[in-house]
């Protein structure tokens, strides 16, 4: 008998929420009773309920939040820190164009926003699934929440992956490539909440309809099935790419009805299982909130012990033996004023409740907050606190640097998935986007703006010139000779207004004639990794208070004060490149077209400009 797809769905929905994997022959471990623990930290509840056998509150004391933060943040990437280099010398020139066009489309498609929801599901979880669907003509990047997936817990790529889906009729209506007959059947028939995998309810709305969106190496015989058609002998054992959106629903005598929305073939899967740390044995990599799981358990208990204990402590508790108090509450007769006697010899005394050690319970909190700094590299100088008076700088520096050595790592292991989601979507997509002669908007560092200006200034100043000496021509007027300074020096002037900001078009040809030869070996760089700031600012100003400020054209000194520029990130390099073009044509071009020579050189000495290169 051939497997639906829809059977697939159930054994693997079963599967991954009832059952663990042994990961080692001490080590179990269920991936979706770990997410849903880490959903619940992450929200400062309590899996084990809010209120304790007598019903009293349980405090959450919440020691996971600032830690995921400083994994976000230490571990962010920008739009800025991903470029296409290139790999070889004749690459160049393409691999800048590749690079403007991929800035361009990260821009218009807010790749930006991407990159931050991306980042934080990697700090909460330690792992992320980043999706990429081509629709409308536009390729939509995604990150698909945990609680949704349904996959193998020890390999990600071994079974198909499951996402659950709820949508709303009109949204079904709306999509083109569902079987609109199915669909009218499917709302016609169901009518459902929107539920949790653990079953239960997200809401009480009842106007959406469960998906479940299977991609992942699937028999042909389980396509045939879904489509209706014969299924051949040998079928079961060829397999191909597939993707299906599929429905079903339990009747009460416990049969399913099964609803197949849309199913096909498709070049490549559309998921890839990210990690900031990849583990052995788990598709679930291992955050910060599950190192913390029991240290934020013992908080929770330690808290719990000293609220008690100071509650207690607040209370006036009388006892007896005289009969005459028995099942009555003597804190409420005495606030409300009666008067109470007892019996002879058998008078009311306080019981001794004074607070106890809590002392000790603040040593053996304290103890478990250090630990949980050492799981999770999160120092109290990465946290922003203060060291203790009398503290080295030194030692702290070391803390913070060691702290930091593990980010990097994580930083890097961003990158090296950027770079499979720029080779695997990304890339591919741009190349069949390329078939036009639009002009796209680029904004540049110090390092591309004088690059593209080196290629674009020498060919617009000869354009230029020979435009202006056809008009004199034409005219009966003298041409004067091509001087290449002037004529480059103007057009920088014009340039300069712009930033850096520029507009670049193929010209004459499209995108994909002028990048025909491209075949995207390029070199992918993702920067932006954790680093000493504040050390190397002393380093590169130290090194340039040494330096003549007369020799401030010097290239090693530009250099070094754009390396200061860029870590202070306080402003750009190409705004120096703007304020140079304004002082050249004050200061330079004036007098060398009157033949004259600069101020400043006439009074003995050169001027201290910084020229644009």
């Known amino acids: 008998m051939t497997e639906s797809v829809h059977e697939i769905i159930r054994r693997a929905e079963t599967n991954y929420i009832n059952d663990s994997a042994n990961i080692g022959d001490y080590v179990s471990w269920s991936m979706h009773e770990t997410i849903e623990r880490i959903i619940a930290y992450l929200n ?5 309920g809010d209120k304790d056998s007598l019903g009293r509150d349980k405090p959450f004391f919440n020691i996971i939040t600032a830690v995921v933060n400083i994994w976000y943040r230490a571990t962010d990437i920008d739009r800025k820190d991903i470029r296409v280099t290139p790999d070889k010398a004749s690459n160049t020139i393409p691999a800048f164009f590749a690079n403007a066009l991929l800035q361009d489309w990260m821009r218009r498609e807010r790749f930006g926003v991407f990159l931050n929801q991306w980042g934080r599901v990697l700090a909460q979880y330690g792992s992320a699934v980043v999706k990429f669907v081509e629709q409308g003509g536009k390729l939509i990047p995604s990150v698909v929440p945990w609680n949704r997936i349904i ?21 079904l209506r709306d999509n083109e490539l569902y079987d609109q007959d199915i669909v009218e059947n499917l709302i016609e028939t169901v009518n459902q909440t929107r539920k949790n995998l653990g079953g239960t309810n997200k809401d ?18 389980t396509y045939k099935d879904a489509k209706e058609m014969k299924v051949r002998e040998g079928d079961d054992k060829k397999y191909r790419q597939q993707v299906h959106i599929v429905s079903y629903q339990k009747g009460s005598d416990g049969k399913y009805s099964d609803y197949t929305l849309y199913c096909g073939y498709e070049k490549q899967d559309p998921y890839l299982l990210t990690h900031l740390i990849e583990e052995e044995g788990r598709s679930l990599s291992i955050g910060p909130v599950e190192y913390l799981f029991d240290a934020q358990w013992m908080q929770n208990h330690t808290m719990k012990n000293m609220k008690d204990t100071l509650d207690l402590a607040s209370k006036l508790i009388f006892q007896t033996a005289d009969s005459n108090f028995v099942g009555r509450n003597i804190l409420t007769q005495v606030e409300t004023g009666h008067i109470l006697n007892h019996a002879d010899n058998k008078p009311l005394t306080q019981v001794n409740n004074t607070k106890a050690d809590i002392s000790s319970l603040q ?16 120092p109290d100088a990465s946290r922003g606190i203060t060291p203790p008076s009398g503290t080295p700088l030194g030692t702290t520096q070391a803390l913070l640097a060691q702290s930091n050595s593990l980010f990097t790592v994580m930083t890097q292991n961003k990158g090296f998935a950027i770079e499979d989601m720029l080779r695997l979507w990304i890339i591919p997509y741009l190349k069949t986007k ?24 020498p060919n617009e100043a000869i354009r230029q010139f020979n435009g202006r000496a056809k008009e004199s021509i034409l005219s009966g007027e003298l041409v004067e000779p091509f001087n290449p300074q ?34 995207w070996e390029f070199d992918i760089a993702v920067t932006n990794e954790p680093a000493d700031k504040q050390a190397a600012l002393q380093t590169l100003s130290a090194l340039i208070q040494s330096i003549n400020p007369e020799t401030i054209n010097n290239p090693f000194t530009k250099l070094l004060l ?17 304020v140079a073009g304004e002082i050249q044509s004050q200061n330079v071009i004036p007098n060398e077209m009157a033949g004259g020579v600069p101020q400043a050189q006439r009074n003995g000495r050169a001027a201290p400009v910084i020229t644009a290169q």
């Open 363 to 378: 040593n053996f909190s304290n103890q478990w907050r250090i630990l949980a700094q050492e799981l999770t590299a999160t």
């Open 434 to 457: 390329m078939n036009t002669d639009k002009e796209i908007r680029v904004i540049l560092d110090d390092y591309d703006l004088k690059k593209i200006d080196a290629m674009y200034v």
């Open 44 to 48: 400062s509840k309590h899996i084990t």
């Open 562 to 578: 754009t390396k200061v520029i860029n870590l202070t990130g306080v402003v750009n390099p190409a705004e120096l490149t703007a």
């Open 486 to 519: 002037l004529e480059e020096r103007s057009i920088m002037q014009g340039l300069a207004s712009q930033g850096n900001v520029r507009f670049l078009s193929p010209g004459e040809v499209n995108w994909k004639t002028a990048l025909k030869d491209i075949e």
């Open 204 to 221: 009480n709305k009842s106007e959406f309809i469960e998906l479940y969106e299977v991609h992942g190496e699937l028999s042909l015989a």
């Open 151 to 171: 996959c193998d817990q020890i390999d990600f790529n071994s079974l198909p992956r499951i996402e659950r889906l709820y949508k709303t009729p009109a949204q």
